[in-house]
């Protein structure tokens, strides 16, 4: 028996377990505000905890972004489950998204926080994490899947 789907189910479980898997060693390795130049003044590894949104937006108002990851969750897998069969972009799109909403969203009910470390300083960008990624190369994945011509036959 064949699973519906499968690069959809295949991505989410490889994207939620290396986001889960890198935030373990981060806090057992690291100390809180801990940081490590990779790349001095470029990449660092930095343990900083955040309590809100992507950029830390709405800092302090996780219930709600708790919910709003189990929502999301939820409704792709129901997408994956009960829908229609997705092209790969869209089972990639769709499954990097939902492993990064189950990794940030484990951290909320788990924590009260998401946990943060990949540390761009050369543009000063924001401490963030793998489902971070996921969720960002998910949507790149779907805006591929949008814009890619589905190949029709014509009969003269």
């Not at 519906?4 to 809180?32: C, E, G, P, R, S």
């Not at 930095?46 to 709405?58: K, M, Q, R």
């Not at 089972?91 to 998204?97: E, H, K, S």
């Amino acid at each position: 028996m064949r699973f519906k789907n499968q690069h959809f189910w295949l991505a989410a479980f490889i994207a939620f377990v290396l986001d889960q898997l890198t935030k373990y060693w981060v806090v057992q390795t690291f100390d809180l505000r801990e940081s490590l130049p990779l790349l001095p003044g470029i990449f660092h590894l930095t343990y900083v905890t955040n309590t809100g949104a992507a950029f830390s937006l709405f800092s302090g108002k996780v219930e709600w972004l708790r919910w709003l990851s189990l929502g999301v969750s939820l409704a792709l897998i129901a997408l994956a489950w009960f829908g229609p069969l997705l092209n790969r972009w869209e089972q990639l799109g769709y499954g990097l998204i939902l492993g990064g909403a189950m990794g940030n969203g484990i951290d909320r009910f788990a924590l009260g926080y998401v946990v943060d470390f990949l540390d761009f300083r050369l543009i000063n960008f924001p401490v963030f994490n793998f489902a971070d990624v996921f969720i960002n190369v998910g949507i790149a994945c779907l805006l591929i899947a949008t814009f890619q011509k589905t190949p029709t036959s014509h009969r003269r």
